[in-house]
C-alpha cells in the first residue's frame, strides 16, 4: 500500500514508531506526484531534492527525541500564493513565473517547525482569482473524481493531490471559499478559520480583509492536527490575533448531544441542485439522530454577499496588484517607450483575463463617481450580514448548509459565463465577509459519482465546535471516501489532457 493512501497523523505516527523513514514517505509522495501529474496538473513546483534534504535533517531530530509531533516527517504540499525561501511562488501566473522569494509565509514555516516536509507548490487560479482552477497560467487542474470535471478553485491544485492521493495534506487559502469550495469538488476536508487565527504574512494577497490560510486534508483529524500548529500570533502580521484555545485535536469527541444547529431557508431555495440538497439534508438527519438539535431559520441578505463580496474583493485585489508593474520583480515586458509604455505593456502581457476583469472592476467602484455608490454600500452591506450571523448564532452553535450550489462543473463550462461563476460562492463569500470560522467535509456523491460537499459555519473563535460536529457526522458515516483514482480506477471517461498543460518544474534550489 502506498503511504499516500495514510492520513497525515496516521503517517506521522508510523514515521515515529520507526515502521517508516521519512525519506521514504518522501520518496513515496514524490513517485505518485510524477505517476498521476500527466493526468491531473495538480503542482506547479515539484521540490525533490530540497524535501529529500528537509527529511534526512527531519529523521535526524526525531531520531536524537526533539521533533515528535503529530505532523512530523510528514510531506506536505503548499499552495503556490504561499511564499517559499528558494523555491518559486508563482501564484500560477505569468506575472510571477520566475519569482523566487527571499523569505518563508509564516504558515509554510510554523509547518516546518513542526517537522512537516515541503514536497512542492501546488496549481491554482492565477492570483487566486477563479473558482475551478481553469485561470491558471500552467493549465487547468483535473478532478481526479472525474478528470472531464474541475476540482473547484482556487486551491484546486491542493484539494485534487490530496484526493488523488499525491500528498496526505496541504495548505491552501480562502478569500471568498477558495478552500471550502474546491474541498467539496474533491471530496476532501478542508477550513477556513476564523480571520486573524492564522497568519497572512507571505501570503500574497488578493483580498487582505477577507484572505485566510486553512488545512486541506483527507478527515477532519488531519485539520484539526495541522491547524493546531498553523494557529498562532504572528507579530509581523497586524491582523493577527492572540489565541489561547487552539488545543484543537481536543475537540475530536464525536459527540454532538444537545448542539443547536440551524439550517437556513434561503440556502435552500432557487438555485440549488435538487442531488445536493437532498444528500446535505440527509447529513442533518445524521447529526439529529447523533443528538443535535436540528431546526430551519430565515438567515436573510444572502442575495446580497455575492455581489458585496465581489464589489470589496476586486478593489482591494486592485489595490493589492498595483505592485505588479514590472519594476521590482515579476515579468517585464520586453519592448517598450518610457516608463509609462512599460507599465502597461507589462501588466497587459503579464496578468490573464479573468484578474484584468477584476482589477478593472475594483479600479471602476474605487473611483471618485462610484466610491460612494458601490465601494461604501458593499462594507455597508458587509456589517449588515456580520449583524445577521450575529442574530443566528445567539440560538445556534452552528449553521449547517452546502457548500457549492452544484457538483464539480465540466471543464470549460465556468469560463463561458463569468457571472454564473462568481454566483456558484453564494454559500461560502458571506464567511469571508463575517470573518467567520467554516468547514467543508464530504456528504455524499450524486448520480454520475461526483463528491457533495456540505459546509458547517461557526461564530468567531468556534472552530472546535465544528470540529466536533464534523468528526461526530465522519464517524457516523464510516470516516474518509477515498477517491476512485486513488484506488487506480479509470476516472477519465476518454477526457483528452488540455491545452496549456505542463510538467512539474524540477528541484528549484539557491
Not at 507579530?235 to 493577527?240: E, G, M, Y
Not at 437556513?264 to 444528500?279: H, I, M, N, S, W
Not at 519592448?335 to 490573464?352: A, I, P, V
Not at 458593499?378 to 449547517?400: H, N
Request: charged content about 20%; proline content about 4%; hydrophobic content about 40%.
Amino acid at each position: 500500500m502506498q503511504l499516500t493512501s495514510f492520513g497525515a497523523v496516521e503517517l506521522g505516527k508510523k514515521i515515529r514508531a520507526k515502521e517508516v523513514s521519512v525519506e521514504e514517505a518522501v520518496k513515496d509522495t514524490i513517485a505518485q506526484i510524477r505517476k498521476k501529474e500527466p493526468d491531473l496538473n495538480s503542482f506547479v513546483t515539484v521540490d525533490e531534492q530540497g524535501a529529500l534534504a528537509q527529511a534526512r535533517e527531519i529523521q535526524k531530530k526525531i531520531d536524537a527525541g526533539t521533533c515528535m509531533g503529530p505532523l512530523a516527517g510528514v510531506p506536505v504540499a503548499v499552495k503556490d500564493n504561499l511564499c517559499t525561501k528558494g523555491l518559486l511562488t508563482t501564484c500560477s501566473s505569468k506575472m510571477l513565473s520566475g519569482f523566487v522569494p527571499t523569505y518563508t509565509a509564516e504558515a509554510v514555516e510554523r509547518l516546518k517547525q513542526a517537522g512537516a516536509v515541503i514536497v512542492g507548490k501546488t496549481n491554482m487560479d492565477e492570483f487566486a482569482m477563479g473558482s475551478t482552477t481553469e485561470t491558471s497560467f500552467y493549465g487547468p487542474t483535473k478532478n481526479p473524481w472525474n478528470l472531464g470535471h474541475v476540482p473547484g478553485g482556487s486551491s484546486g491544485g491542493s484539494c485534487a493531490a490530496v484526493a488523488a492521493e499525491q500528498c496526505v495534506c496541504a495548505l491552501g487559502s480562502d478569500t471568498g471559499g477558495s478552500i471550502r469550495q474546491p474541498s467539496a469538488f474533491c471530496g476532501v476536508t478542508g477550513i477556513k478559520p476564523t480571520y486573524g487565527t492564522v497568519s497572512r504574512y507571505g501570503l500574497i494577497a488578493y483580498g487582505s480583509s477577507l484572505d485566510q490560510v486553512g488545512p486541506i486534508a483527507k478527515d477532519v483529524s488531519d485539520c484539526a492536527a495541522m491547524l493546531e500548529v498553523l494557529a498562532a500570533h504572528d507579530p509581523k502580521d497586524s491582523t493577527s490575533v492572540k489565541r489561547q484555545d487552539t488545543d484543537f485535536t481536543s475537540a475530536l469527541v464525536p459527540d454532538v448531544r444537545g448542539m443547536k444547529i440551524g439550517i437556513p431557508r434561503d440556502y435552500f431555495e432557487k438555485g440549488l441542485d435538487a442531488q445536493v440538497k437532498e444528500t446535505v439534508l440527509r447529513a442533518a438527519k445524521v447529526l439529529s439522530g447523533l443528538g443535535a438539535e436540528v431546526s430551519e431559520f430565515d438567515l436573510s441578505l444572502v442575495k446580497y454577499a455575492v455581489p458585496a463580496y465581489y464589489v470589496i474583493a476586486c478593489a482591494e485585489a486592485s489595490s493589492n496588484l498595483e505592485r505588479f508593474d514590472g519594476v521590482k520583480y515579476g515579468w517585464r515586458a520586453k519592448q517598450y517607450e518610457g516608463l509609462h509604455d512599460m507599465y502597461k505593456k507589462t501588466r497587459s502581457e503579464g496578468f490573464g483575463a479573468e484578474v484584468k476583469r477584476r482589477i478593472m472592476l475594483g479600479s471602476f467602484v474605487l473611483s471618485s463617481g462610484y466610491y460612494d455608490a458601490y465601494y461604501l454600500k458593499a462594507l455597508r452591506t458587509k456589517a449588515l450580514i456580520k449583524q445577521a450571523f450575529d442574530r443566528a448564532f445567539a440560538s445556534y452553535d452552528m449553521i449547517l448548509c452546502p457548500a457549492a450550489p452544484y457538483t464539480a462543473p465540466k471543464i470549460g463550462e465556468s469560463l463561458k459565463d463569468p457571472l454564473q461563476m462568481y454566483l456558484g460562492d453564494i454559500y461560502t463569500v458571506s464567511v469571508n465577509l463575517a470573518g467567520l470560522a467554516g468547514i467543508s467535509l464530504p456528504a455524499g456523491t450524486d448520480a454520475a459519482g461526483l463528491p457533495v460537499g456540505m459546509q458547517l459555519i461557526g461564530d468567531c473563535f468556534q472552530e472546535k465546535k465544528l470540529i466536533r460536529a464534523a468528526f461526530a457526522l465522519e464517524q457516523a458515516r464510516g470516516g474518509y471516501a477515498r477517491c476512485p483514482y486513488a484506488q487506480g480506477q479509470d476516472t477519465a471517461a476518454g477526457i483528452s489532457h488540455a491545452k496549456g498543460h505542463k510538467e512539474p518544474e524540477g528541484s528549484v534550489r539557491k
